[in-house]
């Protein structure tokens, strides 16, 4: 027996297209859709704090709207997304009134929450939780700034048990990207959660996959020749031994060889030996890949042990205001100016008594991005570069005052500025982020299965 999981977003902002081009392509057994980042969090937090009934990836509506055909047609398709994000349940209720829409009305939608635990801090430092910052070693007594979202990396084990229920869609808040594919794998085979190889197995076949095109030859340097434009998504073709090979659509862009499967079973991973996921702990060292032609790759020889006691905690807290400004500079002297104006608005700033906290200029296009010397910039020759100062500060009156400082420059400042809006550029809220741990029993996993017209109610 050998399961198709296919996947088709790596993140929040990831091709629409990709996932309903994948299923009209190739026949998949389930499509994931992996959303979910640190910074996504903090985002969706945010759109939370000011509606409760926002704090989803709304992306996920349009692609459960463009794979109604595939649903309709595919009777062993299913999805497992993370797309929940904050509001897993408010996003299970704008799919169900979807698909009630599009004649989906017996569908069932299996929801994981659980993993939301910014109202349970209190008591879990109570339990003797400290939820220190894992880079600091800080207790989270000693942060003053309020805490706007805290979640768990659940595991498979509830992606699994909402399938088992014979959910045909899976929405989740945070889990571990990788077990996004884990939980359909220990479904479909049945395998036993202390099988830590198998485990080991399947969570290697997710994180190949997790990130969308990254292993079928995107985000590569040998990107000539590939045709990104019609770049194909990846399939894993898990075996019920725990073998699995990598491969993508027929006919479609990009490639899948021996070095694009392994530059992505490099990519995060920290410790080699020790890849921490709530499932299992695994051994990367032990596994191996080879190309069989044809944009296949098998991957085998996953080792695995327990899984950590905790589960890893990705904690935001409010830390400020933010934004960014940027002008056009051109002429002979457009890098000296371009700095000159930056610094001109900072200069500004000091004497209204707002200047910024934190600023940072920057010249793009003349070596800013990937400096080769400390003062490439500032050495560079050419007549074309972007200005774009960002600054942050706990006072958001200082950064508004900052958003007003830029439009000035065109008649108070050089000749040869050009580009800028006339709208002043959003103030934003500043979401740091604070790395913790959990113990894994002080969480529980909550998995509801009903019918999409039924979420409605």
């Not at 088992?164 to 990788?178: C, E, H, K, L, M």
């Not at 299992?280 to 032609?293: C, I, K, M, P, R």
């Amino acid at each position: 027996m050998t399961l198709r999981i296919a996947n088709g977003a790596g993140f929040l902002g990831d091709s629409l297209d990709a996932p309903r081009r994948l299923v009209e392509s190739a026949e998949v057994d389930y499509l994931t859709i992996e959303h979910l980042a640190e910074l996504t969090l903090s985002i969706l937090a945010y759109q939370r704090s000011k509606d409760p009934n926002a704090g989803y990836a709304s992306d996920f509506l349009d692609i459960i709207e463009s794979l109604c055909p595939a649903l309709a047609s595919q009777s062993q398709l299913h999805v497992v997304a993370n797309s929940g994000g904050m509001n897993p349940e408010g996003c299970a209720r704008a799919v169900g009134k979807l698909l009630v829409q599009h004649g989906f009305s017996d569908l069932l939608l299996g929801v994981v929450t659980g993993d939301d635990l910014l109202h349970e801090i209190d008591g879990l430092r109570k339990q003797g939780c400290e939820f220190r910052n894992l880079d600091t070693g800080q207790p989270l007594s000693e942060l003053t700034e309020p805490v706007v979202s805290a979640n768990a990396y659940l595991g498979a084990k509830p992606i699994a048990d909402a399938l088992q229920g014979d959910a045909r869609i899976v929405i989740t808040g945070r889990v571990a990207d990788a077990s996004l594919t884990v939980g359909p794998a220990m479904h479909r085979f049945g395998w036993s959660w202390t099988d830590w190889d198998k485990l080991a197995a399947a969570s290697v076949a997710g994180h190949l996959i997790e990130c969308g095109a990254q292993v079928t030859g995107a985000y590569s340097n040998r990107w000539r020749g590939m045709q990104l434009t019609d770049v194909g998504y990846p399939i894993a073709e898990i075996a019920s031994d725990g073998q699995t090979v990598i491969t993508k659509p027929v006919g479609t862009g990009g490639v899948v060889d021996r070095r694009s499967v392994v530059e992505q079973l490099i990519y995060e991973i920290g410790d080699p030996r020790h890849y921490l996921t709530p499932d299992v702990d695994v051994d990367f060292t032990s596994v191996e890949v080879a190309d069989l032609g044809k944009d296949r790759v098998r991957v085998a020889g996953a080792r695995g042990a327990a899984a950590p006691r905790d589960y890893k905690v990705s904690l935001a807290y409010r830390a400020g205001y933010t934004t960014s400004g940027q002008l056009l500079v051109y002429g002979d002297d457009a890098v000296e100016k371009a700095q000159a104006c930056g610094e001109m608005i900072l200069d500004r700033l000091s004497k209204a008594a707002c200047r910024p906290a934190q600023a940072n200029i920057e010249l793009l296009g003349a070596g800013a991005a990937v400096p080769s010397q400390p003062d490439v910039a500032l050495s560079c020759t050419t007549e074309e570069v972007m200005l774009r100062v960002t600054v942050r500060d706990q006072r958001r009156e200082a950064v508004e005052r900052f958003t007003k400082e830029f439009a000035p420059l065109i008649t108070s400042g050089p000749a040869g500025l050009a580009g800028y809006a006339t709208a002043r550029s959003p103030v934003r809220p500043v979401m740091a982020y604070w790395p913790t741990l959990v113990p894994r029993e002080l969480v529980t996993a909550c998995v509801r299965v009903q019918s999409a017209i039924a979420w409605l109610g």
